[in-house]
């Protein structure tokens, strides 16, 4: 099972690989800037804040692409408000149980403010993202976390 899965990433970064090889010496962008195309608010319209479904949402919403970015909107914490961040859980066992102690800190509870905190899915690995305030609350209770995969894009949508 293990084993089945690791040759099957090792097969897709192989695809990936030669898929970006192919497509460095041809010209689709015409002049036309497509670098801000792919990027999605994560949590749509409800933005980042305590008690929303991410994990369901993220299922609703994906899958999601390599060079995808994930928006985080969340307002500067005020007198009747409270703080949220964007965190990158170290590993499966941080994520399920919300440590949020060997995390890295993305974004700060200031970065999510007017167009957001903008995250690029460069890498072939999956990112745990989590809310990182009270030391894992947000992210247990708060439902605040997701995890995400970039596939390879199957096609070019420009016409
Ligand atoms: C494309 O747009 C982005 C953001 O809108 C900007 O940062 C970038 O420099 C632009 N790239 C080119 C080649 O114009
Ligand atoms: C959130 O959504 C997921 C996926 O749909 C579901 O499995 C889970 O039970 C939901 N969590 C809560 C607390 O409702
Ligand atoms: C992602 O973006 C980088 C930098 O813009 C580019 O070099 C790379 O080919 C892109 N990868 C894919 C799969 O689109
Ligand atoms: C505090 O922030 C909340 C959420 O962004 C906003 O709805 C509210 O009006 C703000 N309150 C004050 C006193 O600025
Ligand atoms: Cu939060």
């Given at each position: 099972m293990?084993?089945?899965?690791?040759?099957?990433?090792i097969l897709l970064a192989i695809t990936a690989s030669i898929f970006e090889v192919s497509m460095a010496n041809k010209d689709w962008s015409f002049g036309f800037n497509?670098?801000?195309w792919w990027e999605i608010i994560v949590g749509g319209s409800e933005h980042w804040h305590f008690g929303y479904n991410y994990t369901?949402?993220?299922?609703?919403?994906?899958?999601?692409?390599?060079?995808?970015?994930?928006?985080?909107?969340?307002?500067?914490?005020?007198?009747?408000?409270?703080?949220h961040s964007v965190y990158l859980l170290a590993n499966f066992w941080s994520f399920l149980n919300?440590?949020?102690?060997?995390?890295?800190?993305l974004a700060n509870p200031k970065q999510g403010a007017e167009e957001g905190f903008k995250f690029v899915l460069k890498k072939?690995?999956?990112?745990?993202?989590?809310?990182?305030?009270?030391?894992?609350?947000?992210?247990?209770?708060?439902?605040?976390?997701?995890?995400?995969?970039?596939m390879l894009r199957p096609f070019w949508p420009w016409p």
């Open positions: 293990a084993t089945n899965f690791a040759q099957c990433l497509y670098t801000d369901n949402w993220a299922i609703n919403n994906g899958p999601f692409y390599f060079n995808d970015t994930l928006v985080f909107k969340y307002d500067a914490p005020n007198a009747t408000s409270f703080p919300c440590d949020v102690k060997k995390a890295k800190m072939w690995q999956p990112y745990y993202f989590a809310c990182g305030e009270r030391n894992g609350f947000h992210c247990n209770n708060g439902q605040m976390k997701f995890a995400v995969i970039p």
